[in-house]
Nanobody, 119 residues
Framework: QVQLVESGGGLVQAGGSLRLSCAAS???????????MGWHRQAPGKQRELVAT???????NYLDSLKGRFTIARDNAKNTVYLQMNSLEPDDTAVYYC??????????WGQGTQVTVSS
């Protein structure tokens, strides 16, 4: 089993920045089988959407509308993925979820961290 624990959410004014972290813990064997890690978000009344992903080798993918403001990074030694969010806007308000995908195709989700951007 692998647990994903997010941190770093909170309340910030528009134009501000936040850095989210997601640490994977649990079975070392399972952790080493993680291929892609990423972030999704879900705003009230909306579907969950992909924010960004990063492979073990560092290949990244972003929601087009977030390119230039959000940056995903990964520390494989610490089994941690980060999301640096700059120039935050009220529309970025959502619960942000960490996700890990394994070599067998299965996925794990974190419990989510709330990000609220005030205008």
């Amino acid at each position: 089993q692998v647990q994903l624990v997010e941190s770093g959410g909170g309340l910030v004014q528009a134009g501000g920045s936040l850095r989210l972290s997601c640490a994977a813990s649990g079975s070392i064997f399972r952790i080493k089988s993680i291929t892609v890690m990423g972030w999704h978000r879900q705003a009230p009344g909306k579907q969950r959407e992909l924010v960004a992903t990063i492979t073990t080798g560092g290949i990244t993918n972003y929601l087009d509308s977030l390119k230039g403001r959000f940056t995903i990074a990964r520390d494989n030694a610490k089994n941690t993925v980060y999301l640096q969010m700059n120039s935050l806007e009220p529309d970025d308000t959502a619960v942000y979820y960490c996700k890990a995908q394994f070599t067998n195709g299965m996925m794990a989700w974190g419990q989510g961290t709330q990000v609220t951007v005030s205008s």
